[in-house]
Structures are given as C-alpha cells and as structure tokens.
C-alpha cells in the first residue's frame, strides 16, 4: 500500500535521499529579483499575475495585472569576486553565493503589452487587461511563440531579434560584372531590434472566464478553459475552436460545480485533465470521444466527516492543477491543501500535504475579508522529486515528493536568520507557535506567493509576490544529484 503522510510528524529519519543535501533553508539563495518598486510606487497594474520558464530556462517570462509581459534572459555574469551579502546567481559550476566565478542571471530582454481593458457592452461588463495565464510554445527557428490570456482573449505572440544584416559592400555599392551592370540592392525596411508581433487573436470561443491554457504535446494544439467549458483550438486557426468538454446544466439553477483549472498530458496529445470546485480531478481521452464530459479517470478523495464545515465546499475547490515532466504524477492545489496523486490509483492520493491547516481556525475571518478565495499555484521540480507552493506572509515551500523534507522560505530581500528546527507546515503542536512562520492572527494576508514556476533543468525557482519577481536557486543541488544514488 502507499502511505499517507499529511499528518506525519517533523521528527524522525527516513531513506536516504537528496532531502538530506536540499533541506536546510539556508541552502536556497536569493539570487535576483526583478521588477521590484519602491512600497509608494507599487500600483495594481504591476501586480504578478503569472510567472512561466521557457522549455529550456533560458528565459522567464511574467504577466502582470496591467495585461504587460516582460521577458527575461539568462546571461553569463563576468568572473568577479561578490560580497557575501550580494545576490548572485549560482553559476554552471553550482558554486556558492559569496565565491568568485561565473555566473549568471536574468535581465530585462524585452516587454510589450499584450491585453488591453475592454468594456463588452452587450453584456455591460468590463474585461480586465490582467494577464491570466501565459505559456511558451515550442521554438521552431530563433523566434519564439507565446500565448497569453486575459478573461475573454487569448492571444498568440512571435518575439523575434531582428538583427542587422551585413550586406557585402560590392552589392551594396552597385558592381559592373557580367550580368550584373546598374544592380541595384533595394534599402532594408525589416525594423532592427527585440520586436513582438500579434500573430493570431482566438476571441469568441468562451462565455465565461478563462481561468487557464495548456499546451499539447503535439507542438500544433492548445486547450483552454473557462467555468463551464474546455476547448481545443489550433495554434494555425484562430476562428474555430472544438468543444471538448462542457458541463452547462440546461438548467443553471442545478450547477453545483465549475471548472477551475485544465492541464495537457507532457507526452500524450490525447490525454488532458481538469479540475472543479468540489475538489475532484478528471481525465479524459480524446480518442474515446469528441465531447468528453464522460471522463476515463476521477480522482477524488472522500471528506472527512469530522472536519467538514461551512467552508468545506469552499475550501476545497482546486486551484491549480498539474502534471509531473513523466506524467506519471499529478499535482493539485486547493486552499489548505497540496495533494499528490498517482496516475494509476484514483481512490486516495499517495500524500496529502496540509499547508494552511493553522488557518482552520481563522476560516471565518478569512472568508470576510475574501482572502480564503486566494488561489496558490503548484509545480513539480525537473526531475519530479520536488513540489513546491506558496502560501501567506510571503512565505513558499519546498516539499520532498519521497521523504519528509520540507523548506520554508520567505520571500523577501531581507531575509531572516536561519529557520529553527524543521520546516514542516502540517499540523502545528498545540500551546506552541512555529519558529518558522508567523501565527495565525499575525500573518499578513496581503503578502502572499500566488505564483511560482521551477526551471526545467537546474534547482531554480522563480515566485512572483505582488509587483516582484524572486528568483531563488540551490547552492549544491547538482553535487546532491550527482552523489546520491537513484531513489525509486
């Protein structure tokens, strides 16, 4: 059988694993952090509302609440000794913040403005310019391909280096060859420098509120969803979309759940999930049939009859919703939660993770002031073996998919003395408050990680909190890879 683990406890060994190398919270640097302002300069428009590594993490992207995308590019950083208080980024070689050696980080590349407000007047409704989601397509030559939504439009972007071409000056300046007498080169009109260009505009294809997009596998497809509806459009046709899924009762008086979040299978084009707010999590296989509102998979857990509440319904609802790089895993999000599923076991999850369970007590006040409607992201480390999430106070966490480790982070620029003790955010003892994180009653609930993404190849992540991106990296993740042995 597969264990539980939401409730073990912080004390006790385990297997050997890269846990033991990764846990301590020190080992995380800061490294960067982009677009940060001054507190009095900070508007809603600069809010990160999305944070995405391109396949390769040779760029990071983030969408704002202003519909602005800016993209960062990894350079080398030049061989310069550091101060040990500087923020550096780890270099190839995996060495330590402080040390002398090459480098790298991210700067400014480019930013364009994707969306803009709009008002719907048959509806009378206004349509935000927030950046909702933002994915990378696979690059096809030095271009690349982006997609990014709002509420109601997706968008297809190309952003392209046009650099100046060299033309060879006998050309330029007209020669008296055979056949070539009073050749003349017409003059370069290609503009010069970063350029993005609107390639396609998918509109019309949602009702409601576009909460999510995932890209196929198969290069030339992408999905979306909104509340009641999930489609299949082609990165090519921009007028058609296919309905794949559609849960719209015939009478909306009978809804009792909406779709919160929709994810694509890395390998399989014919495979895809999505997740509703009553905190289940279907697959479905387009080959089986066109509309799949009759799913292959469930996978849901049943409450527990004594913690069900009020709130119940509400906190269960699924935020964020992911696939493992093997699809072997899947990993959701809902507000108290971080739950890891196994693709062949659709009874119970294989581990329970309860982030917010110091909040429990706090959910009535939480739900005055709309914070228990906040909805954290998740992903998967490279390699699957690590999960991370945010949560309130600024504060993400690093949990071991295997082991027990858990690293608690704050971000910020300041960052605090060393965490005492274990990291773990499941279950606080009773008459006692963690030393890693602030109580309950003294959180602030206007500094929170909403979004964060892992870098494809190396122990980076980057977390977006309010209008900052923080970009962290392990001091010896590598070394860790390379002397532990495989765990299966």
């Known amino acids: 059988g597969v264990e539980r683990r939401g409730r073990e406890s912080s004390e006790g060994g385990g297997d050997v694993s890269m846990a033991a190398v990764m846990d301590p919270a020190d080992k995380w640097l800061l490294m960067q952090t982009l677009g940060d302002k001054p507190t009095g300069m900070l508007v809603d428009g600069d809010v990160v509302s999305a944070v995405e590594f391109d396949h390769k993490g040779d760029f990071l992207a983030t969408g704002d609440r202003g519909g602005r995308v800016r993209i960062y590019e990894k350079c080398d950083v030049e061989d310069v000794e550091v101060a040990p208080n500087a923020r550096r980024t780890v270099g190839t070689s995996g060495g330590p913040v402080g040390t002398s050696g090459p480098g790298v980080e991210y700067r400014l590349w480019h930013e364009f403005q994707s969306h803009e407000a709009e008002f719907d007047y048959l509806k009378s409704l206004e349509i935000e310019e927030k950046i909702n989601c933002l994915r990378w397509c696979r690059p096809l030559n030095s271009a690349f391909m982006m997609l990014t939504t709002n509420d109601k439009t997706i968008k297809l972007w190309k952003v392209q280096d046009h650099k100046p071409a060299e033309v060879i000056s006998t050309y330029r300046n007209g020669i008296t060859g055979k056949g070539s007498k009073g050749l003349a080169i017409p003059p370069r009109t290609t503009p010069r420098g970063i350029q993005a260009h609107q390639r396609r505009v998918f509109s019309n294809g949602h009702a409601y509120h576009i909460n999510s997009i995932s890209l196929n596998s198969d290069c030339e497809t992408f999905i979306s969803a909104d509340d009641l509806r999930i489609n299949l459009w082609n990165l090519g046709v921009s007028d058609t979309s296919f309905n794949i899924v559609d849960i719209k009762p015939d009478n909306m008086e009978e809804l009792t759940e909406v779709i919160t979040a929709a994810s694509c299978h890395p390998d399989h084009c014919n495979l895809f999930l999505w997740s509703n707010s009553r905190g289940s999590i279907k697959m479905a296989d387009t080959r089986d049939r066109a509309l799949c509102d009759t799913h292959a998979k469930a996978f849901e857990e049943e409450d527990d009859p004594s913690r069900r509440s009020f709130f119940s319904e509400i906190i269960s609802s ?142 980076c992540v980057a977390v977006g909190a309010l209008n900052t991106v923080f970009v962290y990296a392990h001091a010896d993740g590598k070394e860790a890879a390379r002397a532990l042995p495989m765990t299966k």
Not at 328 to 354: F, G, Q, V
């Open 318 to 459: 699924i935020a964020d919703v992911r696939f493992s790089r093997d699809g072997r895993h899947i990993l959701s999000r809902d507000y108290m939660c971080l739950k890891l599923w196994d693709i062949n076991m659709e009874a119970k999850p294989i581990r329970t993770i309860y982030v917010h369970e110091q909040l429990r007590s706090k959910l009535c006040d939480l739900y005055e002031n709309d914070a228990i409607f906040d909805k954290f992201q998740c992903a998967f480390s490279n390699d699957a073996k690590w999960l991370m999430t945010g949560s309130y106070h600024n504060y993400f966490h690093i949990y071991d998919r295997i082991g027990k480790g858990d690293v608690c982070i704050e971000a910020t620029k300041m960052p605090k003395k060393k965490l005492l003790g274990k990291t773990r955010l499941n279950l606080p003892r009773a008459k006692s408050k963690r030393p890693d994180e602030a109580a309950s009653g003294d959180m602030d609930l206007d500094k929170k990680v909403l979004h964060c993404a892992w870098h494809p190849t190396e122990p």
